[in-house]
């Protein structure tokens, strides 16, 4: 006989292997790895006249999207996750220009390891009727009238590819590094 995974084991379980591979990269993450901007037009996080860290953003999009910082790949993670947690699961989205990035490395692991304690958690109280409603992502603004169970998944795919980026302008900036500094022969 064969069981079925329930689908809220198996969001868990693509949550922690997305979050398992940001692990291995932020050991090695500093605040100079997440300021480095890989290209001239990069998108990244900047503190503006009240010391917050704000991200660049330009609705639309332009085409082709810039580059982006590390900075700026954690600040989306964190934006993304603060946006659809506060809608799904409480008082509704805060709009995206008050989600800052916390203004170092340490404290955006904080941040961002909070709000995936949460997200699991919120993950794990989930029923198959609760991922088959509709009515926690009523004006979502990217879930409008689509099952919470497809806002989950599309989260963990965010974050997944997130880090990918992540690890990706990493290793670019590490070769920047050893380019402008070459080991002594």
Request: charge should be negative; glycine fraction near 4%; include cysteine.
């Amino acid at each position: 006989m064969t069981t079925t995974v329930p689908r809220v084991d198996l969001l868990v379980r693509q949550l922690d292997m997305a979050w398992a591979l940001f692990e291995y990269y932020l050991k090695d993450l500093d605040d100079r790895a997440c300021l480095w901007e890989p290209s001239p037009d990069c998108w990244t996080v900047r503190p503006d006249a009240e010391g917050n860290w704000s991200a660049d953003w330009q609705i639309p999009e332009p085409d082709p999207v810039p580059s982006t910082s590390i900075g700026w790949l954690t600040w989306h993670i964190g934006y993304w996750w603060t946006t659809t947690l506060t809608h799904c699961f409480g008082p509704g989205a805060p709009p995206r220009e008050s989600i800052h990035w916390p203004g170092t490395t340490e404290a955006t692991i904080t941040w961002l390891n909070s709000l995936k304690d949460s997200w699991r958690t919120e993950l794990l109280r989930l029923t198959d009727a609760d991922l088959d409603s509709k009515s926690r992502t009523t004006g979502l603004p990217w879930g409008e009238n689509v099952e919470l169970v497809h806002v989950a998944s599309w989260l963990n795919f965010e974050l997944t590819k997130n880090v990918a980026e992540i690890g990706l302008t990493h290793r670019a900036y590490q070769s920047s590094i050893r380019t402008a500094h070459p080991p002594k022969p």
